[in-house]
T-cell receptor, first 108, second 116 residues
Framework: GQNIDQPTEMTATEGAIVQINCTYQTSGFNGLFWYQQHAGEAPTFLSYNVLDGLEEKGRFSSFLSRSKGYSYLLLKELQMKDSASYLCAVTHYNKLIFGAGTRLAVHP | GAVVSQHPSRVICKSGTSVKIECRSLDFQATTMFWYRQFPKQSLMLMATSNEGSKATYEQGVEKDKFLINHASLTLSTLTVTSAHPEDSSFYIC????????????FGSGTRLTVV
């Protein structure tokens, strides 16, 4: 089966940096996704990692280590609108399997 | 970019009735679509994989006779919740595979189902 772990909740201050970790175990792995989801809405694509290393995209960066089954999402210069759930998802053959999600609260 | 349209966005139905949710790929053909369910403050749980022209593949614990999936064309998959009960109230989201956008997975906007 698949196992994806990420923290349930995190809090951070506006303007700060926060790192959300994700560990996974799965077969048929092709890549790892990070999504942002606001309550009652569909998830929004943030990043995709297939090779080891860091992918940077504006204020968001994502890192992957395939050998360690580990990824993190780094959010810089936090804004209030970044308060949302962040979902780590891994491919299991052609399926996309989600972790439980991390609810991030950004405070002034 | 690839767009997936999901309807309805919200539906309220009485216990015992059936509800159909549609998922359409607007500008691409999707041989595979996925149906997820999300309860409040929980993550997306994969229910089934919908394959065009063949039977859907259901995840363990999902009742195939209760959640009927039809993928009759390359642009349309439907999920019918049969004999709905209040515990079926949830947020249902579909996803379609399109290789050129978002590395393959595009999501619909979701359907909020409330069974009263």
């Amino acid at each position: 089966g698949q196992n994806i772990d990420q923290p349930t909740e995190m809090t951070a201050t506006e303007g700060a940096i926060v790192q959300i970790n994700c560990t996974y175990q799965t077969s048929g792995f092709n890549g790892l996704f990070w999504y942002q989801q606001h309550a009652g809405e569909a998830p929004t694509f943030l990043s995709y990692n297939v090779l080891d290393g860091l992918e940077e995209k504006g204020r968001f960066s994502s890192f992957l280590s395939r050998s360690k089954g580990y990824s993190y999402l780094l959010l810089k210069e936090l804004q209030m609108k970044d308060s949302a759930s962040y979902l780590c998802a891994v491919t299991h053959y052609n399926k996309l399997i989600f972790g439980a999600g991390t609810r991030l609260a950004v405070h002034p | 970019g690839a767009v997936v349209s999901q309807h309805p966005s919200r539906v309220i139905c009485k216990s015992g009735t059936s509800v159909k949710i549609e998922c359409r790929s607007l500008d691409f053909q999707a041989t595979t679509m996925f149906w997820y369910r999300q309860f409040p403050k929980q993550s997306l749980m994969l229910m089934a994989t919908s394959n065009e022209g063949s039977k859907a593949t259901y995840e363990q614990g999902v009742e195939k006779d209760k959640f009927l999936i039809n993928h009759a064309s390359l642009t349309l998959s439907t999920l019918t919740v049969t004999s709905a009960h209040p515990e079926d109230s949830s947020f249902y989201i579909c996803s379609a595979r399109e290789e050129s956008t978002n590395y393959g997975y595009t999501f619909g906007s979701g359907t909020r189902l409330t069974v009263v």
